[in-house]
Each structure stands twice: as structure tokens, then as C-alpha cells.
């Protein structure tokens, strides 16, 4: 199955920009699309984005479309997140995902432990 | 949009008990459902995909059934370590349901 690690979470304030990243190993990275999916503090599982292996198809949910932009580098395997005019109710934890080699099915394979955001004054 | 509604929200079960945890979504999905365990403080973990596959490493006591609108989780005999909230979502639409947390 392999593993996921993100990394790049931490306070910010609202209208502030932050990374994360995500970096995969034990698995081949550059077959499979990925995701980032978020949970804020005692909440349910929100899908955030997507891209699939040749990050020729991307996708976003409306709450972060034109904020968020995903890429990924399959050389570094690494996948990322740009996370740009942040708002309070971003304030979640942020996970990222392993998906299958077909990006329009979205089964979220593995996950990793996730990234704490939180979006305050 | 398809929207997924689970019953109960919340369960209290023993250890040994057998448990069913309902999913329905708002227009037919085929069986393009899939089903997490969330353990407390812990990642999601992916335990049946499309309805009623069991996920590898996943045990056995954990079925899927369902197809339509209307989706089962069972876990035939529960374990201490299966007390958790438990999701399931719609794989084209990546939309989750509000999830059931099992409780002792």
C-alpha cells in the first residue's frame, strides 16, 4: 500500500497563504492520482482536491476553487498544496490520499496522518 | 447534488455484538459506494470499496451490501479496536456521509 506523510500545516492569519506537502513512499507515486481531502475540529471528511498521475486532469471543491491550486512532482514523489487567501473556516486537519490509477474514482486507498491548518487572528 | 445520509449516528454496542450501520444516498449510485473506519485521533482507513469488496488486510467479520440507494455496513462480531466512526461515501461524486460513531 505504502505510506503518505504530509507536512507544512501550522497558524496562520486569515488572507495568508501556506504549503503542504505530501511525500510518498513504498508504493510506485507516479501511477496513481491523489488527493487532498480536509476535517475540521470534530467534523466529517470534506473532498478538497484532486489530480490524477500525469496531473493532466485536476479538480477542487467549490468552497477552495481559484484559492487552492494542487500540483505534484513525480520525481520528488511528491504531491502538494497551494493554499492561498485562507479563511477561517479552512481551519481544518488536512489529509492527503493514495487513489487508484483511474482518477475519476475516487477510493481513497491510504492516507496519511494528516496536517493541522488552523486559520486565525 | 447526491447527498449521503447515515442511521444511526451514533451506536452503542458490546464487544461480541453483531452491528449494522445503514448508508443511503439521494438518487441511485450503482455500487459506487465506499465505506472508512476513522479510529479516534487516527487517519481514515478504506475497509470496503464498490458496495461489498472487502479492502486488502481488512477482516472478515466486516461486510458490504447494498446497491442503489440503499447500503449496509455489518461487522458480525465486534472487537475492542472496531470502536469508531465509521463513513461512507460515494466514489464518483467524493461525497461522505456524516458518519457513525460506535461506542461501547
Known amino acids: 500500500e505504502g505510506q503518505v506523510v504530509e507536512s507544512g500545516g501550522g497558524l496562520v492569519q486569515p488572507g495568508r497563504s501556506l504549503r503542504l506537502s505530501c511525500a510518498a513512499s513504498g508504493f510506485t507515486f507516479g501511477d496513481h492520482a491523489m488527493y487532498w481531502i480536509r476535517q475540521a475540529p470534530g467534523k466529517g471528511l470534506e473532498w478538497v482536491s484532486g489530480?490524477?498521475?500525469?496531473?493532466?486532469?485536476?479538480g477542487y471543491a467549490d468552497s477552495v476553487k481559484g484559492r487552492f491550486t494542487i500540483s505534484r512532482d513525480n520525481a520528488k514523489n511528491s504531491l502538494y498544496l497551494q493554499m492561498n487567501s485562507l479563511r477561517i473556516e479552512d481551519t481544518a486537519l488536512y489529509y492527503c490520499?493514495?487513489?487508484?490509477?483511474?482518477?475519476?474514482?475516487?477510493?481513497?486507498?491510504?492516507w496519511g496522518q494528516g496536517t493541522l491548518v488552523t486559520v486565525s487572528s | 447534488d447526491i447527498q449521503m445520509t447515515q442511521s444511526p449516528s451514533s451506536l452503542s454496542a458490546s464487544v461480541g455484538d453483531r452491528v449494522t450501520i445503514t448508508c443511503r444516498a439521494s438518487?441511485?449510485?450503482?455500487?459506487?459506494l465506499n465505506w472508512y473506519q476513522q479510529r479516534p485521533g487516527k487517519a481514515p482507513k478504506l475497509l470496503i470499496y464498490a458496495a461489498s469488496s472487502l479492502q486488502s488486510g481488512v477482516p472478515s467479520r466486516f461486510s458490504g451490501s447494498g446497491s442503489g440507494t440503499d447500503f449496509t455496513l455489518t461487522i458480525s462480531s465486534l472487537q475492542p479496536e472496531d470502536f469508531a466512526t465509521y463513513f461512507c461515501?460515494?466514489?464518483?461524486?467524493?461525497?461522505f456521509g456524516p458518519g457513525t460513531k460506535l461506542e461501547i
Open positions: 490520499a493514495k487513489g487508484g490509477t483511474d482518477y475519476g474514482d475516487y477510493t481513497f486507498k491510504s
Open positions: 461515501q460515494h466514489t464518483y461524486s467524493r461525497r
Open positions: 438518487q441511485s449510485i450503482s455500487f459506487f
Open positions: 489530480i490524477s498521475w500525469n496531473s493532466g486532469s485536476i
